[in-house]
C-alpha cells in the first residue's frame, strides 16, 4: 500500500509493547496455570468467577484482563438436509486449526425436528470426549418467521437439547409455514411479530433458569436482503441480553476461488438479486461483499453504524457455516432402502472419493476466526464475553492478537476494551491504545499474513431513530488510519480522541493492503476501505481483513 493510498503516521504514536501491559496472549493463558487455573486442566465446564473490583467503579473504567478464545458459532454436519460432514470430522478441523469453541448449527427442518435433535446430541457428548480442550455447544441454524436464519445455542446443562427442540417446533419459520415478508402482504406483520415472540420466549427460559444461558445471532443478514433494518432493530429490542448481534462475515468465503465454482461466484455465496420478499430500501450493491465482509458491516456509516449510533451494543463475528469445504474429496454416502433425511433427520455418513467435490466452504477455524476475550475457562465463560462485545474477528489469520483499550488521561486505570462503556466529561483528554500482535506463523494456505494499516472509525451516539428503517449513520467516518507496513512482533498504537459535546463510539478495522478504494459512501466518509471483487476472481487469501466491536464513550457533562 502506497504512502498516497495510506499516509504514514510519526512514530510517536507507536511503541512496542508487551501483551501484558493490558492482558496476555491467548496461547499463553492456555498453557499455563494462572487466569484458567485447575478448570482448564481438568476440562471442567464450570466458569471461574472473575474477580470482583474493590472500591468504587472510576469515572474511567477498569476493565479485567482477558484472554482471547477463538472460534466458530456457525457450523453444519449430517445433521443438516445440505450439509455432509460428522461432528467428529468438524471437530477435529476445529482442533488442527487452532479453535476453542465451536456451535452446531444444524437446519431446523421437519426430519430434524422430529428426530434430529435429540439422537445429534449423543454425537455432541461424543465429539466433546474426543476434543476435552474444545468447547462445544449444540445449537439451531433458525428460520426466522419473515425473515433470514440466526444462530440460537446455549451452554451444556439438563435441558441444552429441549430447549432446542421446544423452541424448533413453536417458533421456526419454515416449519409454520412463517416465510412471508414482503412489505404489505398479509402475513408479514403476523411473522415478525412471531419472531419477536420467539426471542422475548429465549429470554425467558434464561431469566427463570431452565437454562443457564442462551443467544442469538442473525446470520448472512445481506444475502437475500430480507432482513430490513426494523426487524433487526425489533429483534434486538426485544431481549438485547439474548440477541446480541449478527454476522459481520459469512461463512462460504471460498465461493469466488478463481476457476472453481464459476464466473459469477461471489464470496460468501452473495450472488442474489432483489426479490419481492427484500426489503426495498436496500440498494442493489448491498447484496455484495465488500472484502469479504457483509455490506451491512463493511460499509462505513452503513446499517451496523446506524444500530451502534443509537447506543446499543450490537455485535458482530464471522464463522466457516461450513456445509461443503473447498477442495475436500468427500461426497454424501447413499440411502438406505426406504430412508430419507424426513423419515430419519440425518444425512448418510460421508464416504471418500479421492476426487474434489463441490464446495464453497472452510474448515472451522482454517479461515474465519471469531475471537472472544474472557475472563475464566468455560461454556458460560464465552457467552458472557460475547454478551459483553469483547469481541474481534479476522480472515486469513491476519492477526496473532489484538488487544483494545480506552483510557481517560487523566486516570491511570486499564480503562475499557471492546464492548465496553467508558464515562467522561466534556473536553476530556483520552487515548485509544491498540495493541497488535503480529501473524508470526504461515496461515492454512502457507501464507505469512501482513498487517498493511488500522483504521480508527468514530460516530456519535444520538439516541433511538425515529425511522426504524435507517441503514445510515452519517456522522461516523474514519477519523485516523495507521500505516503499520513492515512492523513486526508486538506493538501498540496510541490515538489521541477528545470527548466533545456528545456521546461516541470508535471502533477498529484492518487490512492486508492488498484491495481497496472508496468506501460505499465516499471517500470522504472512508477513503480506503473494502471493495467487491470481479465475479469469480475473488481470492480471499489475497483480501484479508480485521474488524472489532466498537466501545463506547458515554460524555456526562463538565
Known amino acids: 500500500m502506497s504512502e498516497q493510498q495510506l499516509p504514514a503516521w510519526a512514530d510517536p504514536d507507536v511503541s512496542p509493547a508487551g501483551l501484558d501491559a493490558q492482558g496476555v496472549s491467548r496461547r499463553q493463558l492456555l498453557h499455563r496455570a494462572g487466569l484458567f487455573g485447575a478448570a482448564f486442566a481438568a476440562g471442567s465446564l464450570a466458569t471461574?468467577?472473575?474477580?470482583?473490583?474493590?472500591?468504587?467503579?472510576?469515572?474511567?473504567?477498569?476493565?479485567?484482563?482477558?484472554?482471547?478464545?477463538?472460534?466458530?458459532?456457525?457450523?453444519?454436519?449430517?445433521?443438516?438436509?445440505?450439509?455432509?460432514?460428522?461432528?467428529?470430522?468438524?471437530?477435529?478441523?476445529?482442533?488442527?486449526?487452532?479453535?476453542?469453541?465451536?456451535?452446531?448449527?444444524?437446519h431446523s427442518n421437519f426430519g430434524h425436528a422430529q428426530f434430529g435433535a435429540p439422537l445429534e446430541h449423543a454425537e455432541i457428548l461424543k465429539a466433546r470426549a474426543e476434543n476435552p480442550r474444545q468447547l462445544i455447544f449444540q445449537g439451531l441454524e433458525w428460520y426466522i418467521p419473515g425473515a433470514e436464519?440466526?444462530?440460537?445455542?446455549?451452554?451444556?446443562?439438563?435441558?441444552?437439547?429441549?430447549?432446542?427442540?421446544?423452541?424448533?417446533?413453536?417458533?421456526?419459520?419454515?416449519?409454520?409455514?412463517?416465510?412471508?415478508?414482503?412489505?404489505?402482504?398479509?402475513?408479514?406483520a403476523r411473522n415478525e411479530a412471531h419472531a419477536v415472540k420467539a426471542i422475548k420466549w429465549l429470554a425467558e427460559q434464561r431469566r427463570t433458569g431452565y437454562v443457564d444461558d442462551v443467544l442469538v445471532l442473525a446470520?448472512?443478514?445481506?444475502?437475500?436482503?430480507?432482513?430490513?433494518?426494523?426487524?433487526?432493530?425489533?429483534?434486538?429490542?426485544?431481549?438485547?441480553?439474548?440477541?446480541?448481534?449478527?454476522?459481520?462475515?459469512?461463512?462460504?468465503?471460498?465461493?469466488?476461488?478463481?476457476?472453481?465454482?464459476?464466473?459469477?461466484?461471489?464470496?460468501?455465496?452473495?450472488?442474489?438479486?432483489?426479490?419481492?420478499?427484500?426489503?426495498?430500501?436496500?440498494?442493489?450493491?448491498?447484496?455484495?461483499?465488500?472484502?469479504?465482509?457483509?455490506?451491512?458491516?463493511?460499509?462505513v456509516g452503513g446499517l451496523w453504524d446506524s444500530m451502534l449510533a443509537?447506543?446499543?451494543?450490537?455485535?458482530?463475528?464471522?464463522?466457516?457455516?461450513?456445509?461443503?469445504?473447498?477442495?475436500?474429496?468427500?461426497?454424501?454416502?447413499?440411502?438406505?432402502?426406504?430412508?430419507?433425511?424426513?423419515?430419519?433427520?440425518?444425512?448418510?455418513?460421508?464416504?471418500?472419493?479421492?476426487?474434489?467435490?463441490?464446495?464453497?466452504?472452510?474448515?472451522?477455524?482454517?479461515?474465519?476466526?471469531?475471537?472472544?476475550?474472557?475472563?475464566?475457562?468455560?461454556?458460560?465463560?464465552?457467552?458472557?464475553?460475547?454478551?459483553?462485545?469483547?469481541?474481534w474477528l479476522d480472515h486469513g489469520h491476519l492477526l496473532d492478537g489484538l488487544d483494545v483499550r480506552l483510557t481517560r488521561d487523566c486516570d491511570f486505570g486499564r480503562g475499557v476494551t471492546l464492548g465496553g462503556r467508558l464515562r467522561v466529561r466534556r473536553g476530556e483528554k483520552l487515548t485509544l491504545n491498540i495493541t497488535v500482535t503480529t501473524a508470526s506463523r504461515l496461515n492454512p494456505q502457507g501464507i505469512l499474513p501482513e498487517l498493511a494499516h488500522v483504521d480508527v472509525i468514530r460516530g456519535a451516539v444520538r439516541g433511538p431513530v425515529a425511522d426504524r428503517d435507517t441503514w445510515q449513520a452519517p456522522d461516523t467516518k474514519v477519523v485516523k488510519s495507521k500505516d503499520v507496513t513492515g512492523r513486526t512482533g508486538t506493538y501498540t498504537l496510541r490515538v489521541p480522541l477528545t470527548a466533545g459535546d456528545e456521546s461516541?463510539?470508535?471502533?477498529?478495522?484492518?487490512?492486508?493492503?492488498n484491495r481497496h478504494g472508496a468506501g460505499y459512501l465516499g471517500a470522504a466518509v472512508d477513503p480506503h476501505g473494502p471493495i467487491p471483487h470481479a465475479p469469480g476472481d475473488g481470492d480471499p487469501w489475497a483480501d484479508t481483513w480485521f474488524y472489532s466491536n466498537p466501545v463506547f464513550v458515554d460524555v456526562v457533562g463538565h
Open 48 to 106: 471461574p468467577a472473575a474477580a470482583s473490583s474493590s472500591g468504587p467503579r472510576r469515572l474511567g473504567g477498569s476493565d479485567p484482563r482477558l484472554a482471547y478464545l477463538v472460534g466458530d458459532h456457525h457450523i453444519h454436519t449430517v445433521y443438516s438436509h445440505d450439509a455432509k460432514y460428522t461432528f467428529s470430522q468438524l471437530a477435529a478441523a476445529g482442533e488442527k486449526f487452532g479453535l476453542d469453541w465451536m456451535v452446531f448449527t444444524e
Open 149 to 188: 436464519h440466526c444462530t440460537v445455542f446455549s451452554p451444556p446443562g439438563r435441558h441444552e437439547v429441549d430447549l432446542l427442540t421446544r423452541f424448533e417446533s413453536a417458533y421456526d419459520g419454515k416449519l409454520l409455514g412463517y416465510t412471508e415478508g414482503s412489505a404489505g402482504a398479509a402475513d408479514t
Open 219 to 299: 446470520n448472512h443478514p445481506m444475502r437475500l436482503g430480507i432482513d430490513s433494518p426494523h426487524e433487526m432493530r425489533g429483534w434486538r429490542d426485544a431481549a438485547p441480553e439474548i440477541m446480541i448481534g449478527m454476522e459481520g462475515a459469512p461463512g462460504a468465503q471460498g465461493a469466488a476461488i478463481p476457476g472453481w465454482r464459476g464466473a459469477t461466484s461471489i464470496r460468501g455465496e452473495y450472488e442474489n438479486k432483489p426479490t419481492a420478499q427484500s426489503w426495498q430500501g436496500y440498494p442493489a450493491d448491498g447484496y455484495l461483499t465488500y472484502g469479504g465482509f457483509d455490506w451491512a458491516t463493511a460499509t
Open 310 to 391: 443509537e447506543g446499543s451494543l450490537f455485535s458482530i463475528t464471522t464463522n466457516s457455516d461450513a456445509h461443503r469445504i473447498v477442495f475436500d474429496t468427500w461426497k454424501n454416502g447413499d440411502w438406505p432402502a426406504g430412508q430419507n433425511f424426513d423419515n430419519t433427520g440425518k444425512l448418510p455418513d460421508p464416504v471418500n472419493t479421492d476426487t474434489p467435490q463441490p464446495g464453497s466452504d472452510f474448515w472451522p477455524g482454517q479461515f474465519s476466526r471469531t475471537h472472544v476475550g474472557v475472563t475464566g475457562y468455560g461454556y458460560r465463560a464465552v457467552m458472557a464475553g460475547m454478551r459483553a462485545g469483547r469481541v
Open 504 to 513: 461516541f463510539y470508535v471502533r477498529l478495522r484492518g487490512s492486508d493492503g
